[in-house]
């Protein structure tokens, strides 16, 4: 199966602070990944081309790395995710920047088809649309944060229950 799944949001700052922010990604400081709610993402060596890493289940390279700009990630797990995601970072104006998260791949097999479906699709729209919401959070005085759906919901407490 085909998937493009694409987030994208505003951030109404110079996209050199935004930027700055995407550089802590998997690094103590991260401001980036809400780690308050999900499993943090890792690196053993840190960002950089060639590190292997991941978050809960979903295991991938770093593919490319242009400092505050992109980061590419190729899926090694779980196996028939055969793809790539990637976090990017575009200035709109002075004071607007536009921060993109995609996933381009193919699902090969039901198995992996299903867990897109299902369950994992759902969760990372929930975790993307929360990690923009830290990465705006670290500009704004009033927080914003992202409700999850009852599905959702219903996945975190089923995955919390079996690990």
Same mark, same amino acid.
């Given at each position: 199966?085909?998937?493009?799944?694409?987030?994208?949001?505003?951030?109404?700052?110079?996209?050199?602070?935004?930027?700055?922010?995407?550089?802590?990604?998997?690094?103590?400081?991260?401001?980036?990944?809400?780690?308050?709610?999900?499993?943090?993402?890792?690196?053993?060596?840190?960002?950089?081309?060639?590190? /292997? !890493?991941?978050? @809960? #289940?979903?295991?991938?390279? $770093?593919? *490319?790395?242009?400092?505050?700009?992109?980061? +590419?990630?190729?899926?090694?797990?779980? /196996? !028939?995710?055969? @793809? #790539?995601?990637?976090?990017? $970072?575009? *200035?709109?104006?002075?004071?607007?920047?536009? +921060?993109?998260?995609?996933?381009?791949?193919?699902?090969?097999?039901?198995?992996?088809?299903?867990?897109?479906?299902?369950?994992?699709?759902?969760?990372?729209?929930?975790?993307?649309?929360?990690?923009?919401?830290?990465?705006?959070?670290?500009?704004?005085?009033?927080?914003?944060?992202?409700?999850?759906?009852?599905?959702?919901?219903?996945?975190?407490?089923?995955?919390?229950?079996?690990?």
């Amino acid at each position: 199966m085909n998937v493009v799944n694409t987030h994208k949001r505003i951030i109404n700052q110079p996209q050199v602070k935004v930027a700055m922010l995407l550089e802590t990604l998997a690094t103590k400081a991260d401001c980036v990944w809400p780690n308050d709610k999900w499993p943090p993402i890792r690196f053993k060596n840190g960002l950089k081309v060639g590190e /292997k !890493g991941g978050h @809960g #289940i979903i295991r991938y390279s $770093v593919e *490319e790395y242009i400092l505050g700009k992109l980061i +590419v990630f190729r899926f090694l797990q779980p /196996k !028939g995710f055969n @793809g #790539i995601h990637k976090f990017e $970072v575009k *200035e709109i104006n002075s004071t607007s920047t536009e +921060v993109t998260h995609s996933i381009i791949m193919n699902t090969i097999g039901v198995k992996a088809t299903l867990q897109w479906l299902i369950a994992i699709r759902w969760l990372h729209d929930a975790l993307i649309e929360n990690a923009f919401d830290t990465i705006e959070n670290n500009f704004l005085e009033v927080k914003k944060h992202t409700k999850w759906s009852y599905w959702v919901s219903f996945w975190r407490f089923i995955l919390t229950r079996i690990r």
